[in-house]
């Protein structure tokens, strides 16, 4: 008979092999997917404003505010 050790490293084993093969044929269905989209970005506002910076030396730092739409058909 085998040990418990023995066993152990055949069970491992076999799974393991069981574990790669799921892991390339999950490779092959996606890895000739087109993954272009279609994407439209518009910005609606652009702010800037002058503030204190109280992080370092007695200085103004900019702080900038962008608003921007993201569309995208991902399905």
Do not use: Q, W
Not at 22 to 44: N, Q
Not at 48 to 60: A, M, S, Y
């Amino acid at each position: 008979m085998n040990t418990v050790l023995s066993r152990a490293n055949s069970l491992f084993a076999f799974s393991l092999s069981v574990m790669a093969a799921l892991t390339f044929g999950c490779f092959i269905t996606t890895a000739f997917k087109d993954r272009s989209v279609p994407v439209d970005i518009h910005v609606s506002r652009v702010m800037l404003k002058n503030v204190d910076d109280f992080t370092g030396p007695r200085e103004r730092s900019d702080l900038g505010f962008i608003t921007f739409d993201i569309s995208a058909d991902i399905l």
